[in-house]
């Protein structure tokens, strides 16, 4: 992964892209540019218009979707509220226990006699009836780095006649992901993909969106936008882009680069990388290892002892749902591991503390 890493100026200590990824270095360029063209009164909104687009064509091959499927927003939940006002009235929603709340509050607020019903993650599959309309649930949990048997619920939903609904958001960047096994997914771009925040994608297959009504829709959601942005809008967009809300221009324009590296890199390997070097920090605190790999590793921290001892070293973790939690990316690497390790009182042959740096917490 060294020629990915060398695509970030940071990343040393730094185990929390599954809160908030690092933005790369041609990030920052496109960011910097943008703000100092509008600084200086020669705003690029046509430039603007095409990092969405580019932005969008590279989440599509990021995740194997038709460019048709995709929509863009700015954050999971609204796009999960849009789905969430076409649930039909009394219909039951399944969701996985203890799931982000971006997924499951729209649908325990929708009304109209909507039924939210959870299970746990593991027994999500089994939990599928013939009352379930829809099954949401993260791919890879944000509080425990689970990550779902994705082909055995979309097997057992499809058995029942239920949709899908899946979120990449703490999955795509690093998970081999394929977005046509499910009716619907969402993804938030700024953890693993390393976006600007207010970056998100809805893909919805053609079928699925022809039972969703364009609650949301505003002057982006046009056939064709800039010619029919007055009025009642016009001609809605054929395919998802019926789904899309106006773009928050500068997020996209940082967005762009970061998408089309992380499309251009090889998956599997980034997969290999990331889940190898959380393998040897489970090993190194005698921790089981999951039944599918993750990049995320989390242990019981109630007190908040190990997040204060990472902290402490100079290491930037967090903590959820009272376990601690480090993520690894591409821009990490063993040493790394073994820092954290030596942070929480587990040393090998070498002593790290000459190493040890500033304190940053999230």
């Known amino acids: 992964m060294s020629s990915l890493a060398s695509h970030f100026a940071g990343g040393r200590d730094y185990l929390a892209a599954c809160t908030l990824g690092l933005p790369s270095r041609a990030t920052v360029a496109a960011v910097r540019a943008d703000l100092e063209s509008a600084a200086s ?69 929708a ?44 097997a057992a939903a499809a058995r ?43 893909t919805i ?17 046009g056939d064709d936008p800039w010619s029919s942005c007055y009025g009642t809008g016009g001609t809605l967009a054929a395919d998802a882009r019926r789904f899309d809300v106006s773009p928050a221009w500068q997020a996209f324009v940082g967005a762009a680069p970061a998408l089309a590296l992380f499309a251009d890199t090889d998956i599997t390997a980034t997969y290999a990388h990331v889940t190898g070097l959380a393998a040897r920090f489970r090993e190194g605190l005698g921790l089981e290892h999951p039944e599918r790999p993750s990049a995320i590793v989390t242990w019981p921290d109630a007190t908040g002892e190990a997040l204060a001892q990472l902290t402490a070293h100079g290491i930037t973790a967090s903590g959820r749902a009272g376990r601690a939690r480090v993520a690894f990316h591409v821009f990490n690497d063993e040493l790394d591991v073994d820092r954290a390790l030596h942070a929480l009182g587990v040393r090998g042959g070498e002593d790290l503390s000459a190493f040890d740096g500033l304190v940053y917490a999230i």
């Open 41 to 109: 009164g020669r705003p690029d909104v046509v430039a603007a218009s095409l990092a969405v687009e580019e932005a969008r064509a590279s989440y599509a091959r990021l995740v194997s979707s038709p460019v048709s499927d995709v929509a863009i927003g700015s954050q999971t939940s609204v796009q999960v509220a849009l789905l969430a006002a076409s649930v039909p009235d009394g219909a039951e929603v399944l969701c996985a226990e203890g799931d982000f709340s971006s997924l499951v509050a729209p649908f325990a607020h």
């Open 160 to 202: 029942a006649g239920a949709r899908t609904l899946c979120d990449l958001t703490q999955a795509a960047g690093w998970l081999p992901v394929d977005a046509t096994m499910f009716d619907a997914t969402v993804c938030h771009a700024y953890k693993w993909l390393c976006c600007p925040r207010g970056v998100s994608f809805l």
């Open 111 to 154: 009304g109209r006699g909507v039924r939210l019903r959870t299970a746990p993650l593991r027994e999500l599959a089994a939990a599928v009836s013939p009352d379930t309309w829809l099954v949401a649930f993260s791919l890879v949990q944000s509080a425990t780095g689970e990550v779902a048997d994705a082909a055995g619920i979309a």
């Open 205 to 221: 297959t053609p079928a699925f969106a022809s039972e969703i009504r364009p609650v949301q829709a505003g002057w982006y959601a």
